[in-house]
């Protein structure tokens, strides 16, 4: 998942069409199956996840949306 993350970080802050062609050459050279498939369906916008609702998403820790301790 990390490499994932990296792997848009880059692509975001890359600006040349040939060095985002070798950042994604690069991750799926180095990344196993099923990784490699997910990333593939992501980047090309066919990922499903029928069962992860948004709201699910909106909740999590990670969101950004943690209650904090007003002690």
Known sequence: MREFSQLLDGL???????AKLK????YLKATP?????????ALTGELSLPAVKA?????????????????
């Not at 199956?33 to 369906?41: K, Q």
């Open 55 to 71: 709201a699910a998403i909106r909740g999590s820790p990670r969101s950004g949306s943690i209650q904090r301790s007003s002690t």
């Open 33 to 41: 199956d099923p990784d490699r498939g997910y990333a593939m369906a």
């Open 12 to 18: 975001v802050y890359t600006r040349s069409r040939n």
């Open 23 to 26: 950042l994604i050459g690069d």
